[in-house]
C-alpha cells in the first residue's frame, strides 16, 4: 500500500482518495482465444470472424495455448502465483456485440493469482501495488453508432480476441500514482511481449475503481470508470470522480456504487449502469471447457525464457554504465530506448551517450512523432558522434550542430565534420598566437583576470568567438592559464 496519501481539502476537511484499477491488456497472439480468427487492427468490419465468435449453432471454443503461454508469462513478470489448475467460466449479460449472451472470463479459479507491481513517482519515491489476479477472458465486439442515424451496426472483428485483466488491490492514493502504476505495467508488458500497450488502439485500457473516505476510515463506496485509455485521461476521470463523491458526502448524500463513463471533452464521468454483483453475471463452469491444467516443467520452461525485466535492467544500468537512478529509469522506460542506449554506449562515454540519447534525439523524436525505433539516427551514428567530442574532434557545442545536420540527412558524423570543416582548432601555436594578441589588446582585462582567477572566463568566450566555436576549450583555458600566471 502506498505510505504517502495526496489528501483532497473539502469544506468540511480532508478526504482520501482510495484507488483500485483493472488492467485489460489484449494479447498479443495471430488468433483470438477460443478461435483460429485472425486477430489484427484495421481490417474491414466483420472480416476476422469464425464461426465460433458468431456463435453459430453447435461451434465449440478450442483453447488457444499461446494465449495461455502469454498469461503465464505475465504472471511469471508480475512475481505473481501461476494457479496450476484453473478454468474457465460463463459471465452471462445481454449486449448486442456479444453474440453468445455471455462471456467466457475465469470467475473462482484464475490462471494467476497475487503478485506485486513496484511502482516509481515522479519524485523517485516508490510504493507497491498489490496484484490480487489476472485472468483470461474474451472481449466482445464494437457497436458502431455513427453509421447510420437511425440504426445502430455491430462489428464482431474484436469478439474472441484474448484478452488478460489484471486487477490490483485498492492501494493507489493519487491520480498520479494511478497513472504511474499503468505506465509501469505496460512497460513490463511491452517487455515480456505478452502486449503490445498500444492505448490509442485500445489494446490496453483501464477501468478505474475510485472511492473517497476520511484519512483513517474504512474504504468507502465505489464507482467504476469504464474502458479509459491514456494516462491523462486515467487522472482526469480519478480527479473529476473524487470531487464529486466528496461534494455528494459533504451534502449529505450517499455514493451510490455503479458503473460510469468519462467524457474526455467535458472532462467529467457520467452514470452508465447501476453496478452489478457477481450473482449478477450468473457465473457457471463453462460445459465446453475443460478445468486448465498446467505442467509445472513447461511453467519452469516459460520462466526460464523470461527476458531482462525492466527493475533489472534499470540496476544494470546503473551499475554497470554508472547512470543515476533518473537517467537509468528514463532510458529503461521503453525496451526500445534501452536497446538503442546500450547500442550507443557500446565502449563509450555511457553518460555523455545517455544525455545524447535522452535530450537531444528525444526531443526531435517527439517534436517529428516518431518512435525510436524508427529513428534516421542510428545508434552507432550516435556512437561516432560521442567518440568525436572524447576525441576532441569537436566540442560539445560544435556536436550540437553537427547532430542537426545527421537529422537532416547529411551524412554521418565524421563526413559532417569534415565536409563542413567543424574540427576543433588544436593547434596550440595558433591558439597562443592568439591569445598573446588578446591580452596585448586587452591589457585591462588580463589585469582583472590576475585579481580574480574566475574572469577568465571573459578571454575564453574571446577565444571561442574568433574562431568560429572551433577551438579546443581545454586547449585554451591551459594556454590562457599559462599567459596570465594564473
Same mark, same amino acid.
Given at each position: 500500500?502506498?505510505?504517502?496519501?495526496?489528501?483532497?481539502?473539502?469544506?468540511?476537511?480532508?478526504?482520501?482518495?482510495?484507488?483500485?484499477?483493472?488492467?485489460?491488456?489484449?494479447?498479443?497472439?495471430?488468433?483470438?482465444?477460443?478461435?483460429?480468427?485472425?486477430?489484427?487492427?484495421?481490417?474491414?468490419?466483420?472480416?476476422?470472424?469464425? $464461426?465460433?465468435?458468431?456463435?453459430?449453432?453447435?461451434?465449440?471454443? %478450442?483453447?488457444?495455448?499461446?494465449?495461455?503461454?502469454?498469461?503465464?508469462?505475465?504472471? $511469471?513478470?508480475?512475481?505473481?502465483?501461476?494457479?496450476?489448475?484453473? #478454468?474457465?467460466?460463463?459471465?452471462?449479460?445481454?449486449?448486442?456485440?456479444?453474440?453468445?449472451?455471455?462471456? +467466457?472470463?475465469?470467475?473462482?479459479?484464475?490462471? %494467476?493469482?497475487?503478485?506485486?507491481?513496484?511502482?516509481?513517482?515522479?519524485?523517485?519515491?516508490?510504493?507497491?501495488?498489490?496484484?490480487?489476479?489476472?485472468?483470461?477472458? *474474451?472481449?466482445?465486439?464494437?457497436?458502431? &453508432?455513427? @453509421?447510420?442515424?437511425?440504426?445502430?451496426?455491430?462489428?464482431?472483428?474484436?469478439?474472441?480476441?484474448?484478452?488478460?485483466?489484471? /486487477?490490483?488491490?485498492?492501494?493507489?492514493?493519487?491520480?498520479?500514482?494511478?497513472?504511474?502504476?499503468?505506465?509501469?505495467?505496460?512497460?513490463?508488458?511491452?517487455? !515480456?511481449?505478452?502486449?503490445?500497450?498500444?492505448?490509442?488502439?485500445?489494446?490496453?485500457?483501464?477501468?478505474?475503481?475510485?472511492?473517497?473516505?476520511?484519512?483513517?476510515?474504512?474504504?468507502?463506496?465505489?464507482?467504476?470508470?469504464?474502458?479509459?485509455?491514456?494516462?491523462?485521461?486515467?487522472?482526469?476521470?480519478?480527479?473529476?470522480?473524487?470531487? #464529486?463523491?466528496?461534494?455528494? $458526502?459533504?451534502?449529505?448524500?450517499?455514493?451510490? @456504487?455503479?458503473?460510469?463513463?468519462?467524457?474526455?471533452?467535458?472532462?467529467?464521468?457520467?452514470?452508465?449502469?447501476?453496478?452489478?454483483?457477481? &450473482?449478477?453475471?450468473?457465473?457457471?463452469?463453462?460445459?465446453?471447457?475443460?478445468?486448465?491444467?498446467?505442467?509445472?516443467?513447461?511453467?519452469?520452461?516459460?520462466?526460464?525464457?523470461?527476458?531482462?525485466?525492466?527493475?533489472?535492467?534499470?540496476?544494470?544500468?546503473?551499475?554497470?554504465?554508472?547512470?543515476?537512478?533518473?537517467?537509468?529509469?528514463?532510458?529503461?522506460?521503453? *525496451?526500445? #530506448?534501452?536497446?538503442?542506449?546500450?547500442?550507443?554506449?557500446?565502449?563509450?562515454?555511457?553518460? !555523455?551517450?545517455?544525455?545524447? /540519447?535522452?535530450?537531444? $534525439?528525444?526531443?526531435?523524436?517527439?517534436?517529428?512523432?516518431?518512435?525510436?525505433?524508427?529513428?534516421? +539516427?542510428?545508434?552507432?551514428?550516435?556512437?561516432?558522434?560521442?567518440?568525436?567530442?572524447?576525441?576532441?574532434?569537436?566540442?560539445?557545442?560544435?556536436?550540437?550542430? /553537427?547532430?542537426?545536420?545527421?537529422?537532416?540527412?547529411?551524412?554521418?558524423?565524421?563526413?559532417?565534420?569534415?565536409?563542413?570543416?567543424?574540427?576543433?582548432?588544436?593547434?596550440?601555436?595558433? !591558439?597562443?598566437?592568439?591569445?598573446? @594578441?588578446?591580452?596585448?589588446?586587452?591589457?585591462?582585462?588580463?589585469?582583472?583576470?590576475?585579481?580574480?582567477? *574566475?574572469?577568465?572566463?571573459?578571454?575564453?568566450?574571446?577565444?571561442?568567438?574568433?574562431?568560429?566555436?572551433?577551438?579546443?576549450?581545454?586547449?585554451?583555458?591551459?594556454?590562457?592559464?599559462?599567459? !596570465?600566471?594564473?
Amino acid at each position: 500500500m502506498s505510505e504517502t496519501s495526496k489528501l483532497i481539502q473539502g469544506r468540511t476537511g480532508p478526504w482520501e482518495i482510495v484507488l483500485g484499477l483493472e488492467v485489460h491488456a489484449q494479447v498479443a497472439s495471430n488468433a483470438k482465444l477460443f478461435s483460429g480468427a485472425a486477430v489484427g487492427f484495421g481490417a474491414g468490419p466483420n472480416a476476422q470472424v469464425s $464461426l465460433v465468435d458468431a456463435a453459430m449453432p453447435g461451434m465449440l471454443p %478450442v483453447l488457444n495455448r499461446y494465449c495461455v503461454e502469454q498469461a503465464v508469462r505475465t504472471g $511469471l513478470g508480475l512475481k505473481a502465483k501461476i494457479n496450476l489448475t484453473s #478454468r474457465f467460466d460463463r459471465k452471462n449479460y445481454f449486449y448486442p456485440d456479444l453474440p453468445q449472451g455471455y462471456q +467466457i472470463s475465469q470467475f473462482k479459479d484464475p490462471i %494467476v493469482g497475487e503478485g506485486e507491481v513496484l511502482v516509481e513517482r515522479d519524485d523517485g519515491s516508490t510504493f507497491t501495488v498489490g496484484i490480487e489476479r489476472l485472468h483470461l477472458e *474474451q472481449d466482445a465486439g464494437k457497436s458502431l &453508432h455513427d @453509421q447510420d442515424p437511425n440504426a445502430t451496426y455491430v462489428d464482431l472483428n474484436r469478439a474472441g480476441t484474448a484478452l488478460m485483466e489484471i /486487477v490490483s488491490r485498492p492501494d493507489m492514493r493519487s491520480s498520479e500514482e494511478a497513472a504511474a502504476y499503468v505506465k509501469k505495467l505496460r512497460t513490463i508488458l511491452v517487455y !515480456l511481449g505478452s502486449c503490445d500497450g498500444d492505448m490509442e488502439k485500445g489494446n490496453l485500457r483501464a477501468d478505474v475503481n475510485v472511492s473517497v473516505r476520511r484519512p483513517g476510515e474504512g474504504l468507502g463506496t465505489r464507482c467504476e470508470i469504464k474502458n479509459v485509455n491514456s494516462y491523462r485521461f486515467i487522472q482526469q476521470a480519478i480527479e473529476y470522480e473524487a470531487r #464529486r463523491q466528496i461534494e455528494i $458526502l459533504e451534502d449529505g448524500g450517499k455514493i451510490d @456504487q455503479e458503473t460510469r463513463l468519462f467524457d474526455p471533452v467535458k472532462g467529467e464521468t457520467r452514470s452508465m449502469r447501476s453496478k452489478e454483483d457477481a &450473482h449478477d453475471y450468473r457465473y457457471f463452469p463453462d460445459p465446453d471447457l475443460l478445468p486448465l491444467e498446467l505442467d509445472p516443467a513447461w511453467v519452469k520452461s516459460i520462466e526460464d525464457s523470461l527476458p531482462e525485466l525492466p527493475d533489472a535492467k534499470k540496476a544494470r544500468f546503473q551499475s554497470q554504465y554508472g547512470l543515476t537512478a533518473y537517467d537509468a529509469g528514463v532510458l529503461i522506460s521503453e *525496451q526500445a #530506448r534501452a536497446d538503442y542506449y546500450e547500442a550507443a554506449a557500446a565502449g563509450r562515454d555511457a553518460k !555523455l551517450v545517455a544525455n545524447w /540519447v535522452t535530450n537531444d $534525439l528525444a526531443a526531435r523524436l517527439t517534436a517529428a512523432g516518431t518512435p525510436i525505433s524508427e529513428s534516421p +539516427i542510428a545508434p552507432d551514428e550516435i556512437s561516432e558522434l560521442v567518440a568525436l567530442i572524447e576525441e576532441g574532434v569537436i566540442s560539445s557545442k560544435i556536436a550540437k550542430d /553537427v547532430f542537426e545536420r545527421m537529422w537532416a540527412g547529411e551524412g554521418r558524423p565524421r563526413a559532417v565534420v569534415e565536409a563542413q570543416g567543424l574540427q576543433q582548432v588544436s593547434d596550440t601555436g595558433a !591558439l597562443e598566437a592568439l591569445v598573446d @594578441q588578446l591580452i596585448a589588446d586587452n591589457p585591462g582585462q588580463a589585469a582583472a583576470v590576475r585579481d580574480k582567477p *574566475q574572469a577568465i572566463g571573459w578571454f575564453v568566450g574571446q577565444v571561442m568567438k574568433a574562431t568560429g566555436g572551433k577551438a579546443n576549450p581545454g586547449s585554451v583555458n591551459q594556454i590562457l592559464k599559462a599567459k !596570465l600566471g594564473l
